[in-house]
């Protein structure tokens, strides 16, 4: 039988911060404190639409680590340029999206892009981090660098579609490789587009609303910018109705349920192990920056 995941609640962002001196985020979690809820994801950083004058010297985050979990950076607006100790490089475009597993570590910058730094402009973009299983916190590096050009679209009609990022959606499967089950689909819903979304019964889930305005369940109301509804486990599916055009970010996944040892760059299981993480890194073990 199919039912409905419900709402349990609706959360704005718990705090709003610069990360480096170019990316003004709204975190959504876990400064919200719903972070058991969204388990095996991590973390969530969005700089809503922001106006970047021109400038010569790149704005960004130099160099500095991570270990035992996985950075996603989907760009909206405006470019990454990002290269890291494991050798690789490359520019995060409009409708890119990098998927990068830090595992037993990377050190890595990111920067806006030399030309976007000069021409200024508008920048938007979201920094997910998705947790590893202790299995995988200490296995090699992996890089995905997924262009827009290879993310398939799922299309409703009435000016509603949903890029399918990671997993799968009505038969349609997403480039990026995940060590556990994990959706991630890009939504936009134009005002007065009503859809049902399948996820999957067992993943815990989220959509965060970019921009715009929803109607969950014909019952609940998400207004943005950077808030999200939090939805059950049991269910297989949500339905959503654009009351404004809206730019949603679907993620669900199946818990890891392990514990979690976080301190700054680095999520592990235990305090050792954070310990542990720290002399790696102060000793130079994940690599520097050439
Ligand atoms: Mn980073």
Redesign the pocket.
């Known amino acids: 039988m199919r039912t409905r995941k419900e709402v349990l609640g609706v959360a704005g962002a718990g705090s709003h911060h610069w990360v480096g001196d170019g990316f003004p985020v709204y975190n959504l979690f876990p400064s919200n404190g719903v972070e058991k809820q969204i388990d095996p994801f991590l973390m969530l950083d969005y700089v809503s639409p922001t106006e970047f004058a021109p400038s010569k010297k790149p704005r960004g ?1 130099g160099e ?1 680590p ?1 270990r035992g979990f996985e ?1 996603v950076t989907i760009a909206y607006q405006g470019s990454v340029d990002h290269r890291d100790s494991a050798g690789n490089a490359g520019t995060i475009h409009p409708g890119d999206v990098q998927w990068m597993t830090a595992a037993s570590g990377v050190v ?1 910058e ?1 920067l806006h892009e030399r030309k976007f730094t000069e021409a200024g402009g508008t920048f938007e973009m979201i ?1 997910l981090w998705v947790n590893l299983p202790k299995a995988y916190k200490m296995s090699a590096p992996r890089y995905q660098g997924i262009t827009a050009a290879q993310i398939p679209a799922v299309y409703w009609g009435r000016g509603a579609s949903a890029r399918v990022i990671a997993g799968e959606l009505d038969g349609v499967r997403g480039p990026a490789k995940t060590f556990t089950p994990i959706n991630l689909f890009d939504l936009r819903l134009a005002a007065g587009s009503h859809v049902k979304l399948d996820v999957p019964s067992g993943h815990q889930a989220a959509l965060v609303l970019l921009r715009g305005e929803l109607l969950l369940n014909e019952s609940t109301v998400v207004a943005g910018p950077a808030h999200m509804a939090l939805l059950s486990r049991d269910g297989d599916s949500v339905t959503i109705e654009a009351t404004a055009d809206s730019v949603i970010l679907a993620l669900s996944g199946e818990p890891i349920g392990e514990p979690v040892a976080s301190r700054g ?1 680095f999520v592990m299981n235990t305090e050792t192990e954070l310990r542990q993480a720290m002399e790696d890194y102060q000793a130079g073990r994940m690599g520097h920056l050439n």
């Open positions: 985050v500095h991570h950075t890595h990111e920094q760059p």
